[in-house]
């Protein structure tokens, strides 16, 4: 028996060390392998599946986060997920998506707020930081091969009749010399109202920036354009001077309607090009420019 011993123990320790060089190696490949951009792309693209024939059954979508979305589209699933990719909630109540690694998070939103679909779904990357659709995030609705935009949205009811316009903000691309920024207004599928100027106007004539300065101008202005301080009401205009150029010429009958009843109106920042209020005017069934600076 005691000569049996050391065998036992060195047949143990083969079996470790080949777990060691073959099993545990193998994990970490298969970490890496999922953790990739094309794996991500086919979770969402099962998501978005499942996100799909939840409209269809329900005729809007989930209105809820990340942390639950997999819990309110289960049961729409045409594929499962991978339980390698569920990972329980912080409660206990739930699961929540990630691809790689418990950091590489499946991001939801609905209504959206990034991206350029009907709701905000997007996989936080390889280096597991939420950064809003940016730096490495790889948004569901972009394709492989596009160049990566800033993109952000809102809806609301600009037209006042219940019913909600979207607003789309979105950049042709990251060079900040040479890309520009553009607003869309749509419902449906007809444009409303749009509006662009170059990423340069948030920094012109101010040489003493460095670009990465620059940048963060921009970011940060892009990011408060659809604050909830932007959305007032025409009214709000008595309140001021009005000594501002008008589209609508001053004290006209459309611009003294336009105030008084006091129509939604969205003011916006375009830099050195000054700032705009728009609003839509019902007599002419169209987004006018109300006043800029």
Not at 227 to 239: E, K, Q, R, Y
Request: net charge negative.
């Amino acid at each position: 028996m005691r000569n049996l011993l050391p065998l036992t123990l060195l047949l143990g320790a083969l079996v470790l060390g080949g777990c060691h060089k073959v099993g545990f190696h193998e994990i970490d490949v298969s970490a890496k392998r999922r953790a990739s951009a094309q794996m991500a792309r086919e979770v969402m693209a099962e998501l978005q599946q499942g996100l799909h024939n939840f409209y269809l059954a329900r005729h809007h979508y989930p209105a809820t986060t990340g942390a639950y979305l997999y819990d309110s589209i289960h049961g729409y699933m045409t594929t499962e997920i991978d339980p390698l990719d569920l990972y329980r909630n912080d409660n206990g109540k739930g699961y929540f998506i990630a691809v790689g690694a418990r950091s590489g998070r499946i991001i939801y939103h609905y209504p959206p707020t990034i991206g350029a679909g009907d709701y905000t779904l997007y996989w936080v990357g390889p280096n597991g930081v939420d950064e809003e659709g940016e730096g490495d995030d790889i948004d569901a609705w972009q394709s492989v091969d596009s160049v990566k935009r800033y993109v952000r949205r809102r809806d609301a009811d600009l037209q006042n009749d219940g019913n909600l316009d979207r607003l789309l903000l979105t950049s042709t691309g990251p060079d900040i010399y040479l890309d520009s920024v553009r607003l869309e207004i749509s419902r449906g599928d007809t444009l409303l109202y749009s509006d662009s100027w170059p990423l340069t106007a948030y920094f012109k004539d101010r040489p003493e920036l460095t670009d990465e300065e620059r940048k963060q101008i921009i970011r940060s202005e892009l990011d408060r354009f659809f604050m909830p301080g932007a959305f007032v009401h025409t009214d709000s205009l008595l309140n001021q001077g009005l000594d501002h150029w008008f589209v609508l010429k001053p004290h006209s009958p459309e611009l003294t309607d336009i105030i008084r009843s006091a129509e939604p109106m969205f003011n916006y920042y375009t830099g050195v090009e000054g700032s705009k209020g728009i609003a839509w005017l019902p007599s002419k069934k169209k987004f006018v420019v109300v006043w800029k600076s």
